[in-house]
């Protein structure tokens, strides 16, 4: 996510999200118990940067012969996240960190303390 001349990273199995704050029926038409809300237990808002995923080991790289080596760069592969950017997410709050960027509040959630995602124009192939 870019502001100005700056670019936050968001890094790992981890999203960036929007707060949507305290309310019943969320924008997404999802409906919150008043205990959740209440409780703070559970929130809402809209991913607006994801990490690239959980990192995998190189497999190509046989580690029962240290001695070998590779001239090649090994690219870094990843799990790809199952939430993007624009989903709309419920997930556990006591999880998730505040930061400030840029003057504006947003919530750092790893991939496992969401919930639920609601994706607009979804289709079923």
């Given amino acids: 996510m870019q502001r ?3 670019k936050l990273i968001v890094v790992g199995d981890r999203v960036l999200i929007r707060l949507e704050e305290g309310e019943e029926r969320t924008n997404v038409g999802l409906y919150l118990p008043p205990t959740a809300i209440d409780s703070q237990a559970v929130q809402g808002g809209v991913i607006v940067a994801t990490g690239p995923g959980s990192p995998l080991p190189d497999f190509n790289e046989n580690s029962d012969e240290p001695w070998r080596t590779t001239h090649r760069e090994p690219s870094p592969r990843f799990v790809k996240m199952q939430a ?42």
């Fill in 4 to 6: 100005g001349n700056k």
């Fill in 84 to 125: 993007e950017t624009g989903d709309y997410a419920l997930f556990f709050r006591k999880a998730a960190v505040e930061i400030t960027f840029e003057n504006e509040r947003f919530l750092v959630v790893p991939q496992h303390a969401l919930l639920a995602l609601v994706r607009e124009g979804y289709r079923e192939e």
